[in-house]
């Protein structure tokens, strides 16, 4: 029992992250696909994203925001440059789709329906992300 449900979480895991590789998804109203394909170039102290702007726009999310959440994730600084995003450090290309992957998820998925067209709005302190196809609001942590 133990391996068998060890066995389908894995499973389960790994079709959710081929699905979510592949930008495919149920097709829900109001889905639409997202398919975020990072241009690395890595250098012996530093990794840059050549397409950033383009990967930020195609989530439609500031890319200094998105910026933040890969350097506090990372944990390596670094800063935008007109397109590119250049971290101070080594990250491998598989943790660069790790991280746009995570970021995905809490920032950009909505948790109810798993549609994209979604928008974070600050109310006071606190931000939510609010879903543009079935109108939920769920916090989320400022970063
Ligand atoms: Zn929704």
């Known amino acids: ?8 979480e894995a499973y389960l895991k790994l079709l959710d992250y081929v699905l979510s590789h592949l930008g495919k998804r149920g097709s829900k109203v109001g889905d639409r696909l997202i398919e975020l394909k ?4 890595q250098e012996s102290k530093q990794t840059i994203i050549t397409n950033f702007s383009h990967l930020a726009e ?12 890969i350097f506090k994730e990372s944990g390596k600084p670094g800063m935008i440059e007109g397109e590119r995003l250049v971290i101070s450090g080594k990250v491998s290309p598989d943790e660069v789709a790790k991280l746009l992957q ?3 998820r809490e920032f950009v998925k909505c948790p109810v329906c798993e ?15 609010t879903c543009e196809v079935c109108g939920a609001k769920n916090p989320v942590r400022k970063i």
Do not use: C, N, Q
């Open 115 to 129: 549609g994209v067209d979604t928008a974070i709005v600050s109310e006071k302190r606190f931000r939510f992300i």
């Open 58 to 69: 195609l989530l439609s999310r500031d890319s200094e925001h998105l910026a933040r959440f």
């Open 1 to 8: 029992m133990g391996v068998e449900l060890r066995s389908k």
């Open 38 to 41: 990072p241009s690395i170039i």
């Open 102 to 104: 995570m970021y995905f």
